[in-house]
């Protein structure tokens, strides 16, 4: 949530930047869920 909110990436973006710098992060569709739930708040 770090980077959507504060380096101004999409969730997609964050995403996979976290799984690529730290593999196995981010591993269940509710902790994705969560980041995608997160940009959508951020953006009303």
């Known amino acids: ?3 959507v ?3 101004k990436m999409s ?3 964050a995403t996979q930047k976290v799984r690529k710098e730290r593999p196995g992060s981010i591993q269940s ?3 994705e ?3 995608f739930r997160f940009e ?3 953006k009303r």
């Open 11 to 13: 969730a997609d973006e």
């Open 5 to 7: 909110k504060y380096q």
């Open 29 to 31: 569709y509710p902790q």
């Open 40 to 42: 959508k708040f951020l």
């Open 1 to 3: 949530c770090y980077l």
């Open 33 to 35: 869920e969560i980041i």
